[in-house]
């Protein structure tokens, strides 16, 4: 786990009480966050356990059912320009505008943000030489990889080298190299005092990068803190975090039976 | 693989293309969900919205088949109204022209989604034989034309079998009708791959873009003509008959070789009985001729079809970047910019910008009937051209797509979209108020008001453009037929701002009949408007 440099008393994301409903559906139920300066929270659990729901309501884009939020001391349903100004924000499924090319999607996203062009110039070199995007930096978005399109939404959120990023599974579909870009940048992040909100499902990612981990499970923080808190809570000393995971959201016995059943019907049939 | 089996099959890439189209007007239904008003609403509309695809292209393929019958059948109205049989060779020929276009825009609404082949990916994962699978593609491709195709072809044949009478004459529509559509869904899928090949291939080339401008155009150009056609066919339909029938002039032997033209007049020789054997014979050796080209753009089709769902149908050319420089420019400018770029890359948002084009053009058209630049013809004229003006906004709205859902996580007010939005459709009618200035040089003006009304209108415009889009920003709707009524709504409250200095100016004339005082009421009635609209902006 990476040590963040946390001075400040002040968190950048808090969350109070937060709760989303979509009809009947909770998808959150009385989230309560506190991400301080220099802090990589990582947002662990599985599919459908709210982590995006949750990463919508911070950035405004969801109003909470109940509860408050504060974004660098703004709330997102008073202050909602200020508070995405100060956000960078990557989805989990990269939406850009297909028919523009980076280029062109940059230069929209840095005339919104107001940057000045030298020193956004600058930046989007950096990042876009680290993530190889000579061959495509003008080639209309929809004709490249995931990956690719990852790689774009990731230089975008950082052009403006907000306080804040909000990565909602940023790592998915991102070779090996671009996987370590992006930690080391979000490492530096944390070190120059910013604030990271990184969801996750992949333990590893969570385990290697995270200073602190929320247990997210139907909508709802199970347990939170360092990996050795979450350790402590399971009443165990070692494990990793996969164990760890299991045993607090129940489902260690399920997944043995699972795997037991799934074993039985496979090993069963040859193959053809 | 069965035919039957292989048709069911086909549902699937059929269904996906149809979900894409529909996921591509997402922007335009939920841009509602944009404030703080409503946010998390399209988590809800999506479930919805996937299971009604389906069901809204069945829909939308039945209104466009029913109205492409309306438009097929409306030549043969003067067939009806005057005498049946002089009339029936240019009633044909413009009836296999209007299906044509009509057929040939609607399908490169569809074609655009069809042509870059990931719809087919779903299936292509699956153990199916090369020739099932193109089988599948072709099946998937003719649903998403097969109403409209059909019921031009039945309108055109049962029409062509009641004004004749004549089996052989049936017949031979039947034939022409099936040319027709070939043809149409032939122009229709190369226009939508050479449009899609130009935007996939990328880069910065000023050849491309020059392209996709004359592309464009075209577009725009045809549905002009269409509506030229389907409005005045009592008008050309009598023209067109002398020049078909007339025997001496080359020109005339030339249309009669021209398709369809030839298809009429064969058509309109079984009939009539006093038709010279050459006219016959070089209208049927044309027709044979255009049989043999049907015969080589069906080959072409399939082998495009084939082609799309084997290898991906677009040859993309990477194009080495010299430099990650932007150029940032202030916020409003930056979104125009973005939404000229979006809305000209999309083939079904691309013709809005020929609107001055067509604007023009339709005031052209109607001043030209008369010796002097009448203040009545003007605001009349402007009036039709605002209608167009006034479609834009809701098309910039429809051409964000699922890029929306990234402009909002960005720090841009509402207020900055909506005048974005507003400017560049009032931009796209100054055009109108310019091309009158340039017109009264060449026709006198029969007063000073005839030329400074369309600036008036051009305020108008703005105003109503602000008003159109702030309404529909605070509306959500499920569904697309309630985006279509909710549209529609908007466009009327546009319709009206526009109307309203019109009604002023000719209120105030016939009771005063003072042209200074009428066209001072008429601005104040526009300024009024544009206070109005500012005040809803800044609401």
Sequence with gaps: MQSGVSVATEPLIETFGLTKKFGSV???TDLNLRVMPGEIY???GPNGAG???????????????????????????????????????????PIVYDSLSPRDFLEFVASIRKLNQAKTNATIAHLANAFDMTQYFDSPIATLSHGMKQKVALIASFIHQPPILLFDEALNGLDAKSSRIVKDLVSFQAQKGGAVLFSTHIMEVAEKICNRIGVIHQGKVIAEGTLEQLRGKTGGNDGTLEEVFLKLTHEEAEVADTSKMLREAFLENEIV | MKLSEAWQLSRIPYGEVVYRSIAEEKGRMWWGAFGRNHPGKEIQDELELTKRALRIAKFDKLVVAIFNIVV??????????????????????????????????????????????????????????????????????????????????????????????SPIATLIMLGASALNAVFAVAVALWFSKVFQDNLLRGGRSKINIVLRLIFILMWGLLLVGVGLMFSVPLYIVPNLETMLLSVGHISNMLLRLLYPFSAGTVIGATTYSNVPFTMILQAAVAMVTYTLLAVMASKWILGTIKRISKEGGVKITRVTAKDFSVKTHRPLLGYILKDLKVASRNPATAFFFVLPVIETIIIALLISNFETLRTSVVLVATFMGGIFALLLPLALLSAEGRGLEYTKTLPISSRRIILSKAMLSTATYVTVPLALVGLSLVKPAASFS??????????AIASASIIEIKLFLGTVVKGKINAIIN???????????????????????LTTF?????????????????????YVLRR
């Design chain 2, 514 to 534: 003072d042209q200074s005082f009428s066209l001072l009421v008429m601005a104040g009635t526009v300024l009024v408007e544009l206070v109005v609209g500012f």
């Design chain 1, 42 to 44: 990582g947002l662990l």
């Design chain 2, 72 to 165: 097929s059948a409306a030549p043969f109205a003067s067939s009806f109204l005057g005498a049946p049989v002089l009339n029936l060779s240019s009633s044909i020929s413009l009836s296999l022209a209007i299906t044509f276009g009509f057929t040939m825009l609607y399908a490169i609404q569809t074609l655009s989604a069809f042509v870059n082949a990931e719809p087919s990916v779903l299936l292509s994962t699956l153990p199916i034989g090369r020739d099932d699978f193109s089988l599948i593609t072709i099946f998937s491709f003719i649903r998403s034309i097969d109403y409209m195709v059909i019921g031009s072809i039945l309108s055109q044949v049962i029409l062509t079998a009641y004004l004749t009478s």
């Design chain 2, 487 to 509: 549209d529609l709504e908007k466009l009327v409250v546009g319709i009206f701002t526009i109307l309203i200095p019109e009604c002023a100016y000719a209120a105030s004339f």
């Design chain 2, 450 to 459: 005839a030329v400074l009304i369309p600036f008036l209108i051009t305020i």
């Design chain 1, 51 to 93: 982590k995006t729901t949750a990463i919508k309501t911070i950035l405004g884009l969801l109003e909470p059912t109940s509860g408050w939020l504060k974004i660098a001391g703004f709330s997102p349903t008073k202050n909602l320009i200020e508070v995405k100004s100060k956000i960078g924000y990557v989805a989990e499924n």
């Design chain 1, 26 to 28: 909770r998808a959150l």
